[in-house]
């Protein structure tokens, strides 16, 4: 290869790389921050503000993997009506996924989310609010009648609906 | 046809195994930068494809990167290793490997020398792969678009760069079943 050639090839490289880095300056300035909970469904994405999931005020008893129970007062929301809020229909074999900003997952079905008082997504724990991983406002699932508390997932990030 | 050897075959076995294996232990780090760039990927993709060309490029077989390519399809699936594209994947690993086939015949044809040959087939590959991934999954429009592309085409590239030092170290290993002499 010659050295014209090379010369050739470094400047396609070069503009590439300039033509990337413009590019990437205008995605990430374009790209609006996702800050809320994010529920996918199907094709369908909808990312809802924390501040909009502060309706209801509810409590209940909470049990440890030692078997310890503790209560506490949440306001947030029922997971259903988020749900019928935004257009979601699931049955009982609906299979909903969360995961947590850290990418700790766990599944619950359509019939443990219809069934009342049970199934909550909360924001604020005993009048203070939930942070988040980066310390912001976050959210957390909250699910009664489990024998642990492993479904309790904190810093909320995705609730997947198949 | 002439028949391939056994050799070759092993040979184009584990190009595709370490394509394919490669390919899920950069991802971590490749999503560090595509995640803060916004775009779906490209970077690990690019990587894999790189053990396709040296493969390609080192067995000299028409169609060895789409027999490399459907062996890493016949993996996925049977693994269960499917993606976003779930029963659509088979387009998603068969189209670079085809691409990297009709360009590297391409260069051999114009006798165009190794390093151009390489880059620009892995360059090619990761950009079909890049393509491919978004008509099925992704449907990104516009800039995004752009700039998934280009990351393919420039990460492509690079991994193509580095595929032709991989093969001027393999190259001296790989015999094709002449005696050194015969060499």
């Given at each position: 290869m010659?050295?014209?050639?090379?010369?050739?090839?470094?400047?396609?490289?070069?503009?590439?790389?300039?033509?990337?880095?413009i590019?990437?300056?205008?995605?990430?300035?374009?790209?609006?921050?996702?800050s809320?909970?994010?529920?996918?469904?199907?094709?369908?994405?909808?990312?809802?503000?924390w501040?909009?999931?502060?309706q209801?005020?509810?409590?209940?008893?909470?049990?440890?993997?030692?078997?310890?129970?503790?209560?506490?007062e949440?306001?947030?929301?029922?997971?259903?009506?988020?749900?019928?809020?935004?257009?979601?229909?699931?049955?009982?074999?609906?299979?909903?996924?969360?995961?947590?900003?850290?990418?700790?997952?766990?599944?619950?079905?359509?019939?443990?989310?219809?069934?009342?008082?049970?199934?909550?997504?909360?924001?604020t724990?005993?009048?203070?609010?939930?942070?988040?991983?980066?310390?912001?406002?976050?959210?957390?699932?909250?699910v009664?009648g489990?024998?642990?508390?492993?479904?309790?997932?904190?810093?909320?990030?995705?609730?997947t609906?198949? | 046809?002439?028949?391939?050897?056994?050799?070759?075959?092993?040979?184009?076995?584990?190009?595709?195994?370490?394509?394919?294996?490669?390919k899920?232990?950069?991802?971590?780090?490749?999503?560090?930068?595509?995640?803060?760039?916004r775009?779906?990927?490209?970077?690990?993709?690019a990587?894999?494809?790189?053990?396709?060309v040296?493969?390609?490029?080192?067995?000299?077989?028409?169609?060895?990167?789409?027999?490399?390519?459907?062996?890493?399809?016949?993996?996925a699936?049977?693994?269960?290793?499917?993606?976003?594209?779930?029963?659509?994947?088979?387009?998603?690993?068969?189209?670079?490997?085809?691409?990297?086939d009709?360009?590297?015949?391409?260069?051999?044809?114009?006798n165009?020398?190794?390093?151009?040959?390489?880059?620009?087939?892995?360059?090619?590959?990761?950009?079909?792969?890049?393509?491919?991934?978004?008509?099925?999954?992704?449907?990104?429009?516009?800039?995004?678009?752009?700039?998934?592309?280009l990351?393919?085409?420039?990460?492509?590239?690079?991994?193509?760069?580095?595929?032709?030092?991989?093969?001027?170290?393999?190259?001296?290993?790989?015999?094709?079943?002449?005696?050194?002499?015969?060499?």
């Amino acid at each position: 290869m010659n050295k014209k050639t090379k010369y050739i090839l470094a400047a396609i490289a070069a503009v590439l790389v300039i033509a990337a880095v413009i590019l990437a300056v205008k995605v990430r300035g374009n790209a609006p921050e996702q800050s809320g909970l994010i529920i996918q469904n199907g094709n369908n994405t909808v990312t809802v503000r924390w501040e909009d999931l502060s309706q209801t005020v509810f409590s209940g008893e909470i049990v440890n993997g030692k078997g310890e129970a503790s209560n506490h007062e949440y306001q947030g929301t029922e997971l259903i009506a988020l749900f019928n809020a935004n257009g979601i229909q699931i049955t009982a074999d609906t299979k909903i996924t969360v995961t947590s900003e850290d990418n700790y997952t766990v599944e619950l079905n359509g019939a443990e989310v219809m069934c009342d008082n049970k199934v909550y997504v909360a924001v604020t724990r005993d009048h203070e609010m939930i942070e988040g991983i980066d310390g912001n406002q976050g959210g957390q699932l909250v699910v009664y009648g489990d024998a642990n508390a492993k479904r309790q997932v904190r810093y909320l990030k995705t609730i997947t609906v198949e | 046809m002439k028949a391939i050897k056994i050799r070759n075959l092993i040979l184009l076995a584990f190009f595709a195994d370490i394509g394919f294996v490669s390919k899920h232990l950069i991802a971590p780090f490749a999503n560090v930068l595509t995640d803060f760039l916004r775009v779906p990927g490209g970077i690990g993709t690019a990587f894999s494809l790189m053990f396709l060309v040296v493969g390609a490029y080192l067995i000299q077989r028409k169609g060895a990167a789409s027999a490399m390519s459907l062996v890493q399809c016949i993996l996925a699936m049977s693994l269960g290793m499917v993606g976003a594209m779930g029963s659509l994947s088979p387009f998603g690993y068969l189209m670079p490997g085809i691409v990297i086939d009709i360009v590297l015949a391409f260069c051999r044809r114009c006798n165009v020398s190794q390093l151009i040959a390489m880059t620009s087939a892995n360059a090619a590959g990761s950009l079909a792969a890049a393509l491919t991934a978004n008509f099925i999954v992704f449907r990104l429009r516009g800039a995004v678009l752009a700039l998934y592309l280009l990351i393919a085409l420039i990460s492509g590239g690079l991994c193509g760069l580095l595929a032709t030092v991989i093969y001027k170290r393999i190259r001296p290993l790989y015999r094709d079943g002449k005696t050194a002499a015969e060499q």
